[in-house]
Nanobody, 114 residues
Framework: QVQLVESGGGLVQPGGSLRLSCAAS????????MGWYRQPPGKERELVAM???????DYLGSVKGRFTVSRDNAKNTVYLQMNSLKPEDTAVYYC????????WGQGTQVTVSS
């Protein structure tokens, strides 16, 4: 079992920044993949940014150059730095890890609005 605790969501104006955090209950070295998904209102859940099993990173095309996924192995935490936020980034953001199966965080709301 893996517990994931997210934090850092909120309301931000267009052009602003937020950093999401996801603390895992196990050492993140043991995970096959980890990163972030989001689900905009009325839409399907989509991959935002991910560390793959091979250690590379994948990003949703619309966030490339604005979002950065990073990790702190000592803290068992993965981050999502979001800059130049747009209204279309509004969504519930979910932390994800693969450890034998998929595990999801509880979700954190990000709202980009003036």
């Amino acid at each position: 079992q893996v517990q994931l605790v997210e934090s850092g969501g909120g309301l931000v104006q267009p052009g602003g920044s937020l950093r999401l955090s996801c603390a895992a209950s196990k050492t993140i070295f043991s995970f096959g993949a980890m990163g972030w998904y989001r689900q905009p209102p009325g839409k399907e859940r989509e991959l935002v940014a991910m560390f793959t099993r091979g250690g590379s990173t994948d990003y949703l095309g619309s966030v490339k150059g604005r979002f950065t996924v990073s990790r702190d192995n000592a803290k068992n935490t993965v981050y999502l730095q979001m800059n130049s936020l747009k209204p279309e980034d509004t969504a519930v953001y979910y932390c994800y890890v693969f450890y034998g199966r998929a595990y999801w965080g509880q979700g954190t709301q990000v709202t980009v609005s003036s």
